[in-house]
């Protein structure tokens, strides 16, 4: 019984017991196309459009440019849909089940992406093969180096997250004749090739909207960058702070050194020298915002303008001649920074006569000396009827030192409120 079964197998399926080898390949690639036109869509029922799936991979991001808001990144697409005209019976074909064909021979979907940096082009080129399954499934897999429209907004550099689109349209296709029916993006970043130094990729979606204007099916991937910004603030940040907090110790200095000035302007032009050699790695973009940074850094170099010009004020007052008479509002200014100050510290010492009693050898007898012997005046300075010239330039030093390192404190934390909350 089971001898006649095995026989009447081998004689009505002759390709089965031939088995799978490059002749048997042939015969399949040949009835495939065999009437087979490319130039129409596939569809039991064109009452129902053609389904195409669609997965990306995110394989590596090369580079971001601002200026010319332009990003390169490396992506692999697997693109598949069901033409029925493929298919066919394995056991006839001594078991295959899939096939390569050349990917000029078969219909495909023509997705062409719109926002590509030099134009609009298709998603892929020529050359390739295309995996077809005995079903009918066909599978599309292509990658490429792809370089996209991306329009920066770097208002909160160097903490700044970039929102990047891929936008692609079934280009000949309506969307009741081809459409995309499942899209989704392969998130494992462990096969992210390509990493940045500058940037983060923090996340990849892939949706579909429908443009009923255009009649078009538009498929979307959305990048969202987050920049790594440990170089900036380290190397550009911190050093200008530095400096400007070095710049305060000028009113420390004695005015009799003379080296006041050589002090603040050696000061000043290592901030704009800096500033200059740092303006090449800032963001030079106007749109939609100048970056906070810039004005930051603009407010640090105004700031050591100010000590600069504030030093030559308070040089003046000291070496002004002391029989040029002080005006009142500069003595109720005095008065007003020692009520501020009003702290042992910068209380006046005085010159007082104190009678000390002292023995003269050989006397006998006691003998009373007067010596002079500094005594801290207890009584505020501002309360001094005799206000000097030197005296006004140490009050002025100390309200450049309150003034400044109140103004320092200010504006970064101005501009650290701007980039940790962009509400404000």
């Not at 062409?112 to 080129?125: E, K, M, V």
């Not at 006397?363 to 005799?386: C, F, M, Q, R, W």
Request: charged share 20%; hydrophobic share 40%.
């Amino acid at each position: 019984m089971y001898f006649c079964i095995l026989v009447v197998i081998a004689l009505y399926s002759p390709r089965l017991v031939m088995g799978n080898n490059s002749s048997v390949d042939t015969q399949l690639y040949k009835d495939l196309l065999l009437n087979y036109e490319k130039n129409v869509r596939p569809g039991i029922n064109y009452s129902y459009p053609t389904m195409v799936e669609c997965e990306f991979t995110l394989a590596g991001l090369n580079r971001f440019k601002e200026i010319d808001s332009k990003i390169s990144i490396l992506g692999v697409f697997a693109i598949q849909w069901f033409d029925e005209r493929l298919s066919w019976n394995p056991y006839e074909y001594g078991g295959i089940l899939s096939t390569l064909v050349p990917e000029n021979l078969l219909w495909k979907p023509d997705i062409a992406i719109t926002n590509s940096h030099s134009g609009i082009r298709f998603l892929y080129g020529g050359g390739f093969h295309i995996r077809v399954l005995y079903d009918g499934t066909i599978t599309l897999t292509t990658g490429d180096t792809y370089d996209l429209y991306c329009t920066a907004d770097v208002t909160y550099y160097p903490v700044d997250t970039q929102t990047c689109y891929m936008a692609m349209v079934l280009w000949n296709s309506y969307p009741w004749e081809v459409t995309f029916d499942h899209v989704d993006v392969y998130k494992n970043m462990d096969n992210f090739t390509s990493t940045n130094p500058s940037w983060d990729v923090t996340e990849t979606t892939m949706y579909t909207t429908v443009d009923q204007t255009l009649a078009l099916t538009i498929l979307n991937i959305r990048i969202r960058l987050k920049r790594l910004s440990e170089y900036v603030v380290i190397n550009m940040i911190l050093p200008v702070c530095f400096l400007c907090v070095i710049n305060i110790f000028v009113f420390f200095l004695p005015a009799e050194s003379g080296e006041r000035i050589g002090f603040s302007i050696t000061l000043l032009l290592s901030v704009a020298v800096f500033m200059t050699i740092l303006s090449d790695s800032l963001p030079q973009s106007s749109r939609p915002q100048i970056a906070v940074l810039c004005y930051f850094l603009f407010s640090q170099l105004m700031v050591s303008i100010l000590m600069m010009v504030f030093t030559i004020f308070g040089l003046r007052f000291y070496w002004m001649s002391p029989e040029r008479p002080i005006p009142v509002y500069l003595k109720r200014f005095s008065q007003t920074m020692g009520w501020l100050v009003g702290c042992q510290c910068f209380k006046r010492r005085k010159i007082i006569d104190v009678e000390e009693p002292e023995r003269i050898p050989d006397s006998g007898k006691d003998e009373y000396n007067i010596k002079s012997v500094a005594e801290l005046d207890e009584t505020p300075h501002e309360a001094d009827e005799h206000t000097t010239w030197h005296k006004i330039a140490s009050d002025f030093d100390n309200f450049c030192i309150i003034f400044f390192i109140l103004l320092i404190f200010l504006t970064n934390a101005v501009f650290c409120g701007r980039l940790l909350n962009p509400q404000l």
